[in-house]
C-alpha cells in the first residue's frame, strides 16, 4: 500500500488523498508510481473535492461520485498529452491538460501551491517522454540507414598509381648588387628612426641632406 504521507505536504485533505490513493494502487501498471497528487480546494462546501494525480505514465482525473461513495477515474497518457498550464485566480489556480485532440481539462480551485507544483511534475514527465521519442526516433534511424552496397569496390581493392619521380626544383640564381654609400646612409637613418633614437623631424632632415649631396 501506497504511504498518504508525502502527498500532504502541501495542506492537501488527508480524507481525500487517502481515499485516492487507495482506488488508484489497484490502477497502477508496473513500473508506475505517483509523483504528485492535487486536491481540490473548493470556497464554499469542499467535502466531495476532485484530485489530480500525476504518474509517469499519465496524469488521473479523480472526480468523487455518488455524494462520495464512488470514485470516477479518468486518464490521458503523456503520448497524448500536447501540454499543460496553470492560472492564477482569487479562489486559487485552474489546472489546463491541452491534449493532441479534443477539448482542454480544465480543473480549478486547485490551490496555487499545489497548482505550481502539478505544473512542474507534469511538465517534468512531458519533457522526458519527449526525450524518450527523440531516443527511439534516432535508434530508428540508425537500424532503417541504407547499408553498404557490397558491390561497392572496397578501398584494398582500389589500385595505387605508382609514386611518379619529383622533378628536380630549378633554383634561381639571385645575385646581389652591393649597396651604394647613399643607400646605406638611408637604411642607417631609418634603422635609427624605426628605433625612435631620433625624431620624425631629425630623420627628415637628414634624409634631405643626403639626397641633396647626390
Not at 492537501?12 to 485516492?20: G, I, L, R, T
Not at 469542499?46 to 468523487?64: G, M, Q, S, V, W
Not at 485566480?89 to 481539462?105: A, D, L, M, T, Y
Not at 517522454?129 to 530508428?140: A, G, M, S, V
Request: charged share 30%; glycine share 2%.
Amino acid at each position: 500500500m501506497i504511504s498518504i504521507d508525502r502527498f500532504l505536504s502541501d495542506e492537501q485533505d488527508p480524507k481525500a488523498v487517502e481515499k485516492v490513493i487507495g482506488k488508484l494502487n489497484d490502477l497502477l501498471t508496473t513500473g508506475e508510481e505517483i509523483l504528485y497528487l492535487a486536491v481540490q480546494k473548493k470556497p464554499a462546501v469542499n467535502l466531495l473535492p476532485d484530485c489530480i494525480a500525476i504518474t509517469n505514465k499519465r496524469i488521473f482525473y479523480c472526480e468523487p461520485g455518488n455524494l462520495g461513495l464512488t470514485m470516477n477515474f479518468k486518464d490521458i497518457s503523456w503520448k497524448s498529452v500536447k501540454e499543460v498550464s496553470f492560472k492564477e485566480e482569487f479562489f486559487g489556480s485552474k489546472f489546463i491538460c491541452v491534449p493532441q485532440h479534443g477539448e482542454n481539462i480544465v480543473t480549478e480551485f486547485i490551490p496555487k501551491v499545489q497548482a505550481r507544483k502539478l505544473h512542474q511534475a507534469a511538465n517534468q514527465q512531458l519533457e522526458e517522454y519527449k526525450e524518450l521519442l527523440r531516443q527511439q526516433k534516432l535508434e530508428e534511424n540508425r537500424a532503417t540507414a541504407s547499408p553498404v552496397s557490397s558491390n561497392a569496390q572496397s578501398i584494398a581493392d582500389i589500385p595505387v598509381p605508382e609514386p611518379s619521380a619529383p622533378e628536380p626544383i630549378q633554383i634561381a640564381e639571385v645575385i646581389e648588387e652591393p649597396e651604394d654609400e647613399t643607400t646605406l646612409k638611408l637604411r642607417k637613418l631609418k634603422t635609427l628612426y624605426d628605433k625612435h633614437l631620433i625624431t620624425q623631424e631629425e630623420y627628415e632632415a637628414k634624409k634631405a641632406n643626403i639626397l641633396d649631396s647626390l
